[in-house]
């Protein structure tokens, strides 16, 4: 049997490798996806003082920093019981909606953007945001890179810095919002907003108005049919920080809506010996495999299975955006993968429009941005939509309040599954049938894995690797005398 | 002027020190008039066999980040050393192991068992564990397995500079830049600070004369924004981690952790930060000590957050301990110095 392997993986964060298997007429007969990285977060938490892991689970991640210090400092929150002060609620909002809108824009341009305005079929050398930008002109490049840096700004006039930001711990966040600093917000927010709509048009016009990329789109190549859950406030609309948990079923109707501290009642996580990252799946379906459909337990947590497991969008260009793109779609629910990035786009609309609501909120300059907790503290969880999909931070401390237990299923995690269906089903309808297997198909393969934006950093957190032992017992003279092994790979 | 041939690469790596290399925003475009990108795969299409099929010495200057943790990654960095004539150790994982070096006080094994066995939401039966080599129907399947310490990119290959940070500072990480293609390098081997410590580039008043009778910790207090953290009994790192990022924690009123590593002339960064403590302590007994000592909540994972995977701790038990690692030997063939 012949083998390709796509090696690593690119424009995504973190490692990965593709390897599919060909039989003798060329046709693609599996393929695997692996993540052949680790970090080993859960256990070395343990023992650290859960107000520092805000700046210590944050290092999970560098692409979304801010989701992993907003989730742990939520968590931090409910370990100490403590409700922290409604500007210091304000401030984190705004604070994370601003990250989501320019970590979207990061995947929309820098990193899946060169498969739409490059091409797939162009030089690799060019796909890339160097090659996009000389596609699309200096003019749209530099306000890409505006954006990029003004949604870093607000992170940083906040947090200090936007890679690892500082500002929140739990009962509240370090440092308020001075007059000087709102006008400054409401600015840079009313940029955010031109420039969802701006992002939005062009993805009407460059990849839409393509008859290529239309197909492709509508292509049962890039075609998954999951659940979805998105959290959601009491409307059922779309929420980033804070809401309950709503699972939509396949066909679109709701399975449960349950609050993030009841996870454990519906989510588990399957453990695969191929890979070094887990298999979540809805406990309510239970686990098929790596399946499709109602019987399956495999759903989606991506921009696509937000706006699927939600009822609309809490803001009025948003909504718009919203309804446009179900009718365009051809209605409730979508399971066109890479309809995932026209949905991140509308995503990144209501991120702009919240976070300009909440930088003109009056409420956002008060000073009070801290609780001091007083009680004993014990166990807590902390959820947020992290822009690659749900993040929960799940803590048990000691009476001090240094961690015993720590449990984390991240953004990128629970689309595990359906990310390597997407992968294999991509290579199914795209490699074989005699056609010769050209860089620019091996591109669109990876195009399905790059519609869910996935991080492997964050999703390798956890440390689930067969480790390697050997014990060699010596002698004085340097002989050896014994030699015990539990080598997980002899052959390698 | 030629261009120089440019390569990025994560090794164990959260993905903010490329976001570093993203925030040069419009440098980036001046940074494609001088160098081409051979290699980075978090923003271009280059594979491992295009790095494999370049001649010995190809690339210019490697941009190294993250730490050592597979034999993937030592494979790696074997390779990008072979074939790059400057290979920088870029950021906190590559130079001194950074916050998931503390794995190294756990060790594999444990977390091996908590991650895939024991978590409340995972569902294993069978108790399955991934493998290095995994038999599916098509063929076979491999993972890298893992070191049994993680480790700096120097411990394994030979390193020219060093850019510290977690993540570095952009403007650092461009002012280094500069400086290398203007030819300007340094002896020293550290790219991208300033001279002295955290301190010297702290606004906040340090006033000299207040002892510590107790460590607080910050979700306990609301501390003055304008005073030195330590001298309010706030632990800050700010004394024993070297210049560079422009003291931007503390700026957002929360106290350094040490992200930028020991100032120069100093080894052990943990240390350091304990002598730095020690000396604000109110207490002059041994009793007075210890109880002052006793309010400091995790000592390990305060004084060595960042800098565990280099320190003389960890270099001691890397010694006793090299024969049990599978990536050793990987190593030694490459002049070890530990």
């Known amino acids: 049997m012949k083998r390709i392997t796509i090696d690593p993986i690119t424009r995504l964060e973190g490692h990965g490798k593709i390897t599919l298997f060909l039989d003798d007429q060329g046709d693609v007969v599996n393929a ?20 520092e892991m805000p700046r210590i689970t944050q290092r999970i991640c560098g692409v979304c920093p801010m989701a992993h210090h907003m989730a742990s400092a939520k968590a931090g929150d409910a370990v100490y019981k403590v409700e922290p002060p409604p500007a210091a609620k304000k401030i984190r909002e705004m604070a994370y909606t601003a990250f989501v809108c320019g970590d979207h824009a990061t995947h929309f341009y820098v990193l899946s953007g060169p ?65 000087e600093m709102q006008a400054r917000f409401i600015e840079i927010g009313e940029h955010f907003v031109e420039f969802g709509l701006f992002s ?47 699972v939509v079923d396949a066909e679109g109707r709701e399975v449960v809506r349950y609050a993030p501290s009841e996870y454990r009642e519906h989510i588990a996580e399957r453990v695969e010996p191929w890979t070094y990252v887990k298999f979540p799946y809805l406990k309510h379906f239970g686990w098929r495999g790596l399946v499709d459909g109602m019987e399956s337990g495999v759903y ?143 591109d669109r393969v990876e195009m399905a894995f790059r519609a869910f934006d996935p991080c492997f950093a964050c999703a390798t957190h956890a440390l689930p690797g067969e480790m390697n032992l050997d014990i060699e017992v010596f002698d004085a003279k340097g002989e050896r005398v014994a030699y015990l092994s539990r080598t997980a790979d002899q052959a390698s | ?59 210019d200057l490697t941009l190294f980040n993250g730490a050592i943790r597979t034999e993937e990654d030592v494979h790696i960095a074997h390779l990008l050393r ?13 130079m001194e192991g950074c916050i998931p070096g503390l794995s190294n006080l756990v060790g594999p094994e444990r977390a091996l068992r908590r991650a895939a066995l024991e978590t409340p939401s995972t569902d294993n039966p069978e108790g399955v564990l991934p493998q290095g080599h995994f038999e599916i129907p098509e063929g076979a399947l491999t993972l890298p397995r893992l070191c049994g310490t993680l ?30 293609l203007a030819g300007h390098l340094p002896k020293n081997g550290l790219l991208g600070v300033d001279p002295r410590t955290v301190c010297d580039q702290c606004p906040r008043v340090r006033e000299g004369k207040i002892r510590v009778k107790q460590f607080q910790r910050p979700h306990e207090v609301i501390a003055d924004p304008e005073r030195c953290f330590l001298e309010q009994g706030l632990i800050c790192a700010g004394p024993a981690t070297h210049a560079g990022c422009g003291a931007l924690c503390v700026k957002a009123n929360m106290p350094c952790r040490g992200c930028y590593g020991p100032p120069d002339g100093v080894t052990d960064q943990g240390a350091a930060l304990l002598d730095a403590i020690v000396a604000s302590f109110d207490g002059q007994s041994d009793a007075e000590v210890r109880q002052i000592v006793g309010t400091i909540i995790d000592p390990i994972g305060t004084f060595y957050r960042f800098s565990l995977a280099n320190s003389l701790l960890q270099k001691a038990r890397a010694l006793a301990s090299q024969g049990d690692d599978p990536c050793a030997s990987q190593a030694a063939t490459e002049g070890e110095t530990l």
């Open chain 1, 300 to 442: 989606r947590s991506t921009p696509l299975g937000r706006l699927n497991a939600s009822e609309g969008m809490a803001t009025p260009r948003a909504q718009e955006a919203y309804e446009e793109f179900y009718a365009y779609m051809g209605g409730k629910p979508v399971h066109a993968t890479l309809a995932t990035h026209w949905a991140r786009l509308v995503e990144m609309l209501y991120c702009a429009e919240r976070m300009l609501e909440l930088a003109r909120d009056p409420e956002i300059t008060d000073p009070n941005i801290r609780t001091i907790p007083t009680e004993t503290p014990h166990e807590g969880i902390g959820v947020v939509e992290a822009p690659r999909g749900l993040l929960t931070h799940h803590y048990i401390t000691d009476e001090r309040g240094i961690l015993q237990k720590v449990n984390l299923i991240v953004g990128t995690t629970n689309n595990h599954a359906a990310i390597c269906m997407a992968i294999k089903s991509a290579a199914q309808a795209l490699i074989g049938g005699g056609r010769e297997i050209t860089q620019g198909l091996l």
């Open chain 1, 32 to 51: 695997y996806f692996q993540v052949p990285e680790f970090r080993g977060f859960e256990s070395f938490c343990e023992g650290r003082p859960v107000e």
């Open chain 1, 200 to 246: 939005l048009q062009l993805w009407k016009e460059a990849v839409l108005g393509d008859n290529a990329f239309h197909e492709m789109i509508f292509s049962p190549a890039y075609y998954q049919r999951t659940h979805n859950i998105a959290l959601v406030d009491a409307q059922n609309r779309l929420n980033f920080y804070d809401g309950r948990v709503r």
């Open chain 2, 151 to 180: 480790r700096t990119l120097e411990q394994v290959v030979p390193v020219d500079f060093k850019i510290p940070g977690c993540p570095p500072n952009h403007d650092q990480v461009w002012n280094a830049l500069q400086a290398y």
């Open chain 2, 82 to 94: 072979q074939k790059s004539k400057v290979l920088i150790a870029f950021g906190s994982c590559a």
């Open chain 1, 115 to 179: 498969d739409f305005f490059v091409g797939p079929d162009a030089d690799p050398a060019q796909r890339n945001i160097l090659g996009l930008i000389h596609k699309v002109g200096l003019q749209i490049g530099r306000r890409v890179l505006q954006h990029l840096a003004e949604s870093h700004e607000v992170i940083s006039l906040l947090g200090g810095r936007f890679v690892h930001p500082v500002m929140a711990l739990p009962g509240g966040v370090a440092k308020g919002v001075s007059p």
């Open chain 2, 1 to 59: 002027m030629n261009k120089i041939n440019l390569a990025a690469y994560w090794a164990s790596s959260c993905g903010g020190c490329d976001i570093a290399i993203v925030e040069l925003g419009e440098h980036l475009l001046e940074l494609a008039q001088v160098a081409d990108i051979v290699f980075w795969p978090a923003a271009t299409d280059f594979k491992y066999a295009d790095v494999e099929a370049m001649a010995d010495g190809f690339i």
